[in-house]
């Protein structure tokens, strides 16, 4: 059994990275998004985020339909059951995220599920894909972990104990999915167009949160500037950066892909102090420095 740093060629891992650093760096922009959707209307998180799932669906399919040619539906049998399971966490992803925030706020469901997600890929990678962390790897790991917990910071909100611990539970449950999504696309990606498992997975998500969106009443009267606010989550964001993620793992293991997508807080960050007025203490500053080392370690060992 080899170490994820000898799975693939040094140019095509570093190619791949370079498409999941740009996908996080894209996820980053939908903090300050989102914020300012809910400054325009009261939108609720679960609708959003069906919303971003309806609008990127049909989208990707009719793009992809596009580019590669009638085939773009065909899946090999053995590789439903993938991609299917793909669109569950998509789907399991937003519900559990969602419902951990008013039990722990935004900061600790944050910290727990980005930091848990390497984590348990790392386990997971170990047991189904056979990719074993070198030194070099878990120390970067290690120290991506704890970059992101220093920046993101925060506390849990006060509370019973019974609500912090389903929150909790809730945000490794959000961990989990985005885990779960990451082994089935490295599983699938070496085979399809990267358009192909995620317009199928995402398709999928949409119909599984549609039910729990609707039954919640789900707010449609946005202003024009909150409808594309919405288009560009579900086009940037959601779509495009979710197509360089999955062509990036085609050749990037399962978990550096996880520690690399540690920089989507880096960037939310950024955009919060440079377009919302948030300001970052000196722990914060801290955290984005050790993050940033970490991920350099990881372009230098790949």
Known sequence: MTTIEQIAPTGDTRSGMAQITMAALIWGTIGVAVSLLYRLA?????????????????????????????GFLQVRRADLGVIALMGVAFASYQVCYFAAI???????????NICSAPVITALLARVFLGERMGRASLLAMGGAVVGT????????????????????ALALGAGLSYS???????????????????????????????????????????PPVGWALLLYLGLVPTAAAYVLYLRGLSTTPATVSTILALLEPLGSTILAVLFLGERLAPLGIAGAAILLTSMGLLYARS
């Open 42 to 70: 009261p939108a609720d998180p679960l609708g959003v985020g069906f919303l971003r799932l309806l609008i990127s669906a049909p989208t990707l399919l009719v793009v992809g339909r596009a580019l590669v040619g009638p």
């Open 102 to 112: 008013p039990r722990l706020g935004v900061a600790a469901a944050v910290m727990i």
């Open 149 to 168: 917990g220093l920046l993101v910071g925060g506390v849990p909100q006060t509370g019973d104990v019974t609500t912090l611990l389903s929150g909790a």
């Open 180 to 222: 779960v999504v990451t082994m089935t696309g490295r599983a699938v990606a070496p085979r399809y167009h990267p358009l192909q498992p995620i317009a199928l997975a995402f398709s999928l998500g949409a119909l599984l949160l549609a039910p729990l969106a609707l039954s919640g009443g789900l707010y449609l009267a946005y």
